[in-house]
């Protein structure tokens, strides 16, 4: 799971090592607009045709994730997020029903993932710093305590009251691991209510297209996770669909040569171990963005079989940037070359 940093760090991180880059031409047609800004400690870009109301669609969508971060966000001590972890080991906490909802579906991912997605990860807080100038080890024996309070089976959901409660005192809830996911499924969902049918949206290491730009598909680069800033190994055709990646260059430090980052394996609190990065293709953005974490958990072969399980297409870079993918995906993309087999440039 993402380990925490300060906001600012968080969204310097998200620019410095997004996997993804939009890579669409400019074919003769209808002009885009691009607008940007800033939300959910990252980055996001909304890329619509040039129509009269596409500033004012725009607006709202920026304003759609501002209220998705007070709603969700662990970090701010006013959201019901925070609440439900104040309250571990005390009582349950009455929350909204948006919130309870993807809540419920964190909880059937973490079952479908059998813990390698969990959102009670954030029992881990505090323990890395990735950005410190001398970066140091957790205390072993502190990690295991940690870990031992992330279980999403303990998490108690109560439908008829909507009540979350965490019967553990310590036990924390954290949502950066399908947030983002959520929230782009949400944008869309606005625009396409908004009449818009082609549009591009891209936040952190995900993005959702829909339609077309200007007839031909949306192209998502995937960044080679030991390449530089901007070296792709692959380019997707993206059309009605969401692509997420999860990486181990976006926040990280190196002892001895062993990398650690900020990839988590809930199951030990430890970084996840055998893989470099995960890309995950689904119709589902909410879906896409669990699942490139769980699968950077799993590694490779429990990562391909828990996609295909899922419907969803995987490509992933191992340890060594040995590249493999799904059928569907290796069909689809442009492979550009092969990842960078050595450690290349931090």
Known sequence: ???P???RARHLAAIAGAALVAASCAPAGPPFRTFSGEAMATRWEIVLPERADAAAAAARGFARLEELDLLLSEWKPSSPLSAINRAAGVEPVAVPEELYRLLERALELGRRTDGAFDVSWAALWGLWDFRAAAPEL???GTLAARARL???RAVRLDAARRTVFLPRAGMKLGLGGIGKGYALDA????LEADGFGDFLIVGGGQVVARGTRAGRPWRVGLRDPRGGRGEYFARVPLGDASLST?????SFFEIDGVRFHHVLDPRTGWPSRGLRSASVLHADATLA???STAVMVLGRERGLALARELGAEVATVDAAGVLEASAGLAARWQLLRLPRRGPGPP
């Open 289 to 291: 963005d669990a699942l």
């Open 150 to 152: 992330v279980d999403y």
């Open 5 to 7: 940093t300060s906001p």
């Open 187 to 190: 944008v869309a969902a606005m």
């Open 138 to 140: 957790p205390d072993p």
């Open 1 to 3: 799971m993402p380990s």
């Open 246 to 250: 999860t990486a181990d260059n976006e």
